[in-house]
Structures are given as structure tokens and as C-alpha cells.
């Protein structure tokens, strides 16, 4: 992997020991590299490590709930940039991109254009958003989705809630309504997403799917549906029915929220 040798970004454990965020210098100084601190050459100034301590205590100690978006990004980009103060790093993210959570998902091409961020930072975030995606899916596949809603929800809003363009997922249930394949049907744009029925059922009798729910996202933030969105679902729905196949529900994702057709009559 090619490193951003202006901010000596390599990868570290998140929480190893202070110590170890004080390792010799990547690049000499004056070469575009950190300033070794007097005394301690090639190695980060002692505040820089008491610091991180500090935030790593905190953490370990409260939580995520006990720290603002930027620190908590603080302690994600040590990891990428072992030997320099990341805090203005996270504040900019944060400032923008808007919180914590947008910065994990921001499109990598965008987070590239933020002064600092090199391949290292964006591994780093796309990591800690994959292992967020990764948990959330864990909590309701394989296990009867009806009966834990919350956690379906939660999921979706972990894995669309922050797209910053239109995708369109199909979840598979079986006769019990267990999860058994939850797979992205298309990629659109920041306003529409190429929906087909045709391919979405015969998906379905391959995956020998009792049920589905359909999930897309409105990357405005607004989740309220639109004409199309109605329309498309009956579509499927029509279908579906010929096949003897339940459509449970259309989820729209949007900015912390959520529109059910089932709820809204719309299905």
C-alpha cells in the first residue's frame, strides 16, 4: 500500500500501548515528514502521547458515549497517523462531512480532497465502517425477522442511512420469515435507482424465498416516497403475487429515519 509520506501515515493497533505511537520517523525531517521532538529523536512529542492515552482511558472507561464525534475519530486515525496531533485532522472531517458517522461513509474520491487524508486514513475509516456494517448484519440474518424489527432496522439504517447515492437491497426470508440473503439490487444515483421485478423475482424462486422486504434509501434525507417508488412496488408486488411470494414491506431509509409502506397503507 502506498503511504501519504507527508503525514507518516502506518497502521497501528488502535489500542496499543502510548509508547507505541512513538516509533521512528518514516521520513527524515524537512523532508515533508514529522519534526522528531527534542531530545527523543524521530519520536512524537510526550503530549502528543499523554494525550492519546488520555482519550484511550476515556474510551475504555465510558465509551463511545462518553466522547464527541471528532475525538472518537481521533482515535481512529492513530491508527493511520502514528506521530502527529490528528485532532485538527478529525475536526475537519467532522466539519465537512457533518458528524461521525458521514465521515465513516463518505465516498473515498471525497475523503481523498480533504488536506491530510491518504490511503492509510481512508483503509482506516472504510475499516471501522465495514466492522459497524458487519455487526449490524450479524444481528438479523439468519434469525426470524419479524420478531426483531428494531434490529432490521438498525441494520439498514447502518448499511443506507448514509449513502450519498441511491441503492436499492431486497432482503429474502424464508417460510419462517428467517433473513437467508440480503443483496443489493442495483446502484443508482442521488436521486433514482434502476429497479427491475423481473430480476428481483426470479432471484427470489432461486434463493426458494417465501418473502421479501424491499429496502432503498433517499440520499437526501427526506424518506418520504415518491411516485416512482409507489409505482415500482406495486410492480413487484403484482408480481410477486402471481408467484406466491409475500412482500412484507417497503422500507425507505432516510436521515434517521424511516417510511414503512406497510405502515402507511401504501402496500
Known amino acids: 500500500?502506498?503511504?501519504?509520506?507527508?503525514?507518516?501515515?502506518?497502521?497501528?493497533?488502535?489500542?496499543?500501548?502510548?509508547?507505541?505511537?512513538?516509533?521512528?520517523?518514516?521520513?527524515?525531517?524537512?523532508?515533508?515528514?514529522?519534526?522528531?521532538?527534542p531530545g527523543r529523536p524521530g519520536r512524537a512529542p510526550s503530549y502528543l502521547s499523554d494525550h492519546r492515552a488520555r482519550l484511550r482511558e476515556r474510551f475504555m472507561s465510558g465509551g463511545a458515549q462518553a466522547m464527541p464525534d471528532y475525538e472518537l475519530l481521533e482515535l481512529v486515525l492513530f491508527r493511520a497517523i502514528p506521530r502527529q496531533d490528528v485532532k485538527p485532522l478529525a475536526r475537519r472531517l467532522i466539519d465537512q462531512f457533518g458528524d461521525f458517522a458521514r465521515v465513516l461513509s463518505a465516498p473515498q474520491a471525497r475523503l481523498e480532497q480533504t488536506a491530510g487524508v491518504g490511503p492509510a486514513v481512508v483503509t482506516e475509516l472504510k475499516l471501522v465502517a465495514a466492522a459497524a456494517a458487519r455487526m449490524a448484519r450479524g444481528r438479523v440474518i439468519g434469525r426470524p425477522v419479524l420478531s426483531?424489527?428494531?434490529?432490521?432496522?438498525?441494520?439498514?439504517?447502518?448499511?443506507?442511512?448514509?449513502?450519498?447515492?441511491?441503492?436499492?437491497?431486497?432482503?429474502f426470508l424464508d417460510r419462517k420469515n428467517v433473513l437467508i440473503a440480503d443483496e443489493a439490487q442495483g446502484r443508482g444515483t442521488v436521486d433514482h435507482v434502476p429497479v427491475y421485478p423481473r430480476e428481483i423475482l426470479r432471484r427470489a424462486l432461486e434463493l426458494g424465498a417465501s418473502a421479501l422486504i424491499l429496502v432503498h434509501n433517499h440520499p437526501s434525507g427526506d424518506p418520504t416516497p415518491s411516485q416512482a417508488d409507489i409505482a415500482m412496488t406495486a410492480r413487484i408486488a403484482t408480481g410477486a403475487e402471481v408467484m406466491g411470494i409475500t412482500i412484507h414491506d417497503h422500507l425507505v431509509i432516510g436521515a434517521g429515519r424511516e417510511v414503512s409502506f406497510r405502515r402507511e397503507g401504501l402496500l
Open 1 to 37: 500500500m502506498t503511504t501519504n509520506r507527508a503525514f507518516g501515515e502506518a497502521p497501528l493497533p488502535l489500542f496499543a500501548p502510548a509508547e507505541d505511537d512513538v516509533q521512528p520517523a518514516d521520513v527524515p525531517a524537512g523532508a515533508g515528514g514529522p519534526v522528531p521532538a
Open 148 to 171: 426483531g424489527w428494531d434490529a432490521l432496522l438498525d441494520y439498514c439504517h447502518t448499511a443506507m442511512g448514509h449513502e450519498t447515492t441511491e441503492e436499492f437491497r431486497v432482503l
